[in-house]
């Protein structure tokens, strides 16, 4: 179960890698963050934390770095999602693909199944929508990203 968006642009694959691999970079491109700090930075073994518009707060522990993005835990308590950042392409055109796979706490597999059809999925596929599309407006207008600009989302804004 995973949920992902992938966003295509006339650039550099270097200059995506640089701003996704930017401490705090969260701040610049995520439509539903109010803070994204760093503990440790850069490169695996990096750790940061993200500030939601509603006071949620989560820790993102990166367990890969490589030439193509990287990988990493998405946390609050316990382990909620594995998340990959990857990045593709050459000098005149990229691409960059946002992955998030969630831990659902769910024992029963029926209960899980339809949490994650009827609802999960439809929540966090507007979720990774919107932060691609932030990012795209960034890299595009190197102008920093409004709170909720493409809309609120309900778990987030």
């Known amino acids: 179960m995973y949920v992902e968006a992938i966003e295509t642009f006339q650039k550099d694959k270097t200059i995506i ?17 109010k803070a994204n700090t760093v503990e440790i930075w850069p490169g695996k073994g990096s750790i940061d934390n993200i500030e939601y518009l509603n006071g949620l707060k ?9 030439d ?39 024992k029963n597999r029926i209960k899980k199944w339809f949490f994650w059809h009827f609802y999960i999925k439809h929540k966090m596929q507007a979720y990774i929508n919107n932060v691609l599309w932030g990012f795209k407006y960034y890299i595009n207008t190197e102008t920093r990203v409004g709170h909720n600009k493409f809309g609120k989302h309900s778990w987030f804004s």
């Open 17 to 33: 890698l640089k701003a996704i691999r930017e401490p705090e970079n969260l701040n610049k491109f995520h439509p539903f963050c």
């Open 58 to 66: 989560y820790k993102r522990k990166f367990l890969k770095w490589d």
């Open 68 to 106: 193509n993005g990287y990988e990493l835990e998405i946390e609050r308590n316990r382990k909620l999602a594995d998340v990959q950042w990857i990045v593709k392409g050459n000098e005149s055109e990229s691409s960059l693909r946002v992955r998030i796979n969630p831990i659902l706490p769910y």
